[in-house]
């Protein structure tokens, strides 16, 4: 089941700008998860940010999470052409244990 | 390295015809998981095996079976294909211990075709 909504659900930038997208959730959640899709690839893990937590950063990425409004948001600065994927938002619902709840996705693409 | 492997890439079947996909992992991990992927869309939960433990979703059709022989391998079985169930289906593992889901590990996807 899905419970995450995200947006935008496309996205389209070039190359050298930072893109944002958001995820929004309904239940109390123990964490959040970021992952990338490369076209006809599998997911890759990006950044996981616990319920106690704000901010996070991973080199280009920042997420933040405001649990207060049930957000999350993914920040990549100074975007590149590889940069151009699939990004799902996922949650660990509190209570619900080893299962993720994904987000729909948002599609970016980085035009060089 | 340390990954998680699904055979085949690529698996072309006929309508009705059971096929049969694989995932391995080298990682020891605990949990394994089945989804299935259609085009532009997200991630959608088949299964899980806990350890040894099954979990079905409650809307996982009879027509897909999961079986997880051991730690390192696990099997989805789709006995009669329709033309629905062409899909993307990516295997993932996780380390689950006590409260919290860690990030999940995931394999490179087999492309299901059904013709």
């Known amino acids: 089941s899905q419970q995450g909504e995200e947006d935008p659900q496309a996205l389209s930038i070039q190359e050298g700008e930072n893109a944002t997208m958001n995820c929004s959730y309904k239940t109390s959640i123990n964490n959040l998860q970021w992952y990338r899709q490369n076209s006809g690839r599998g997911l890759v893990h990006l950044i996981l940010i616990r319920s106690n937590e704000r901010e996070k950063h991973s080199g280009r990425l920042r997420v933040t999470l405001d649990t207060s409004k049930k957000s999350s948001s993914l920040l990549i600065t100074a975007s590149r052409a590889a940069d151009t994927a699939s990004y799902f938002c996922?949650?660990?619902?509190?209570?619900?244990?080893?299962?993720?709840?994904w987000g729909l996705g948002t599609s970016l693409a980085v035009n060089p | 390295d340390a990954m998680v492997i699904q055979n085949p890439r690529y698996q072309v079947t006929q309508f009705g015809k059971p096929v049969t996909l694989s995932c391995s992992q080298t990682?020891?991990?605990?949990?394994m998981y089945w989804y299935q992927q259609k085009s532009s869309q997200a991630p959608k939960l088949l299964f899980h095996y806990y350890d040894k433990d099954f979990n079905n979703e409650a809307d996982t059709p009879d027509n897909f079976q999961s079986r997880r022989p051991n730690t390192s391998f696990c099997f989805l079985d789709i006995r009669s294909p329709g033309l629905g169930d062409a899909a993307m289906y990516l295997c993932a593992t996780s380390r689950v211990a006590g409260q919290g889901l860690p990030s999940l590990f995931f394999g490179p996807g087999t492309r299901l075709t059904v013709l």
């Open positions: 990682l020891n991990h605990n949990v």
């Open positions: 996922a949650t660990d619902q509190a209570g619900n244990n080893r299962k993720l709840i």
